[in-house]
């Protein structure tokens, strides 16, 4: 995990997804590869469509 290279210690991020650590290619890397980004992706997609229905139904129907 430590590096005495200054530039690579830098780049070592924990995966948002995994939580394993990678070395970062760009600065705004947040996933260790495409499988974790997707992954977390589809679980906030599942959640915001689980939270949107469920609100929606729950919602009081005014008649006017």
Wanted: hydrophobic share 35%; net charge positive.
């Amino acid at each position: 995990l430590l590096s005495f290279r200054g530039s690579e210690l830098a780049r070592v991020r924990r995966c948002r997804q995994c939580g394993g650590y990678f070395l970062a290619a760009r600065i705004s890397a947040a996933f260790c590869d495409g499988r974790c980004r997707a992954n977390f992706h589809y679980a906030e997609r599942t959640v915001e469509k689980r939270l949107s229905g469920r609100l929606e139904r729950d919602m009081p129907q005014y008649v006017d």
